[in-house]
């Protein structure tokens, strides 16, 4: 996941900005957004937390590993249109449920 999020800054420089944090060291949010996963990606705009519908059922973060950098980028760029519309709940262009991947 590292890998793919130092490759993309570049690319999504213009509307997106990406910060590492470790939850140890800053716990105020752990709580509230249940951070405990090794990796967890969230979005947020104007200081607001904005939730990314992407069938899992989770809609304020994603807690697995993206392999492909395209769709990392896709998803960060329905999220910043959204955002941008006032909209708090995005969907994802991509569902992420279990049912499609039998």
Same mark, same amino acid.
């Given at each position: 996941?590292?890998?793919?999020l ?7 420089? $213009?509307?997106?900005?990406?910060? +590492?944090? &470790?939850?140890? @060291?800053?716990? #105020? ?17 104007r ?12 809609? $304020?973060?994603?807690?697995?590993? +993206?392999? &492909?950098?395209? @769709?990392?980028? #896709? ?8 955002a941008?519309?006032?909209?708090g ?11 499609y991947?039998?």
């Open positions: 996941m590292d890998e793919v130092s490759s993309v800054a570049e690319t999504i420089k $213009n509307f997106a900005v990406i910060y +590492l944090v &470790d939850i140890t @060291e800053v716990p #105020d949010f752990n709580t509230m957004y249940e951070l405990y996963d090794p990796s967890t990606i969230m979005f947020f705009f200081n607001k937390h904005i939730m990314i519908d992407l069938g899992t059922g989770n809609n $304020n973060k994603i807690n697995w590993a +993206l392999k &492909d950098k395209q @769709e990392f980028i #896709d998803i960060v760029e329905t999220v910043y249109r959204g941008r519309k006032g909209r709940l995005v969907i994802a262009p991509k569902d992420y449920s279990t049912k991947r039998y």
